[in-house]
């Protein structure tokens, strides 16, 4: 759509009020959080007989309690570490950033993780931060850290349904997703009651919920496989995930291990067979090499497409394998026959 010079002008001013309404927002989240913290010290809250500082603010404030409790934590942790409450209070770094930077100040890192917040986008700082502290803490501290922030909690809503939040180290988180999703990809997908399809979100919760009831596709048992990438510029899961050498070498003993050879040119090396369906090896080998969807780039609930059909060849090779997601996988097939 071709806009005037006079609409075009509009969309500018609207743009540079919006920019501006951000920046003054953004001062005022660092009040908040300040604000807070202080009030969390006093007295008023408790003379008033509320249960906690952040209810008795979410009351007046018409927000969840959750809201403010992250408030007066971000608040109280500034205290200690100046440039950053400095840079928070000047704009130069925003409030979804300062969530994350004070979940790992310490005085040994604040300059560097400053910088860092700096210059990466938000959206990618908590994935810098991670990488940061892989490459530059103790992996003693770092599994210390993934230990004291596991939780699991619940939420009631209005409808009756109910949200739960779970956060595992890495290595437990991995597990978990492996063991739902390969009691999705075992389960035949069936239309909802109104004729449509069931979303991938809904077919999980439908695994998961199969796995604790023990009804799952394979008679209660979910067998799965984590594989952990242990390379000279550290160890990650299969999805890129960052995990310590110490949780790696933790599992060793009670791990059944298999090795991926690359060659020269460090492609996995090829392991071809006749067989009609891939081999655990194979598997590993065409993941590694094709990392997400040919189609859409997608990396979860990926499958093994032979291409050209194994109906026409006979044989399945890692070089005739490509990996696909569940979705694209089905609507390639149904496109070609």
Known sequence: MLLTTVELDEQIKTAESLVGLGHRLARGHHDLVVGAAQ????????????PSAAHWLAERLDLAPATVREWIRIGRTLRGFDASAGAFKAGDISYAKVRVLTRYLTTHNENDLLELAKAVPADRFAE????WTMANEPGEVIDARHRRDRSLKFRNHADGTRTMFVRLDPV????????????????????????????????????????????????????????????????????????????????????????????????????????RHPTKRQKRIVKERDRACLDCGRTELLEYDHNPPFEATHQTRTDELELRCAPCHTTRHLSTS
């Open 39 to 50: 009030f969390a010290d006093g007295p008023v809250w408790i003379a008033q007989g509320a």
């Open 128 to 131: 810098a931060v991670a990488a």
């Open 172 to 275: 437990s988180g991995g597990a978990l997703q492996a063991a739902i999703d390969s009691e999705f990809m075992r389960h035949h997908t069936q239309r909802e009651p109104d004729g449509t399809f069931p979303t991938l979100a809904q077919q999980r919760v439908d695994a998961l919920c199969r796995i604790i009831a023990g009804t799952s596709a394979s008679s209660g048992r979910v067998d799965y496989e984590i594989v952990l990438h242990v390379r000279g510029d550290g160890c990650t899961l299969d999805d890129g995930t960052p995990i310590t050498q110490s949780s790696v070498a933790r599992l060793l003993d009670t791990s059944f291990i298999r090795l991926l050879i690359h060659n020269a040119e460090h492609n996995p090396v090829n392991a071809s067979t006749r067989r």
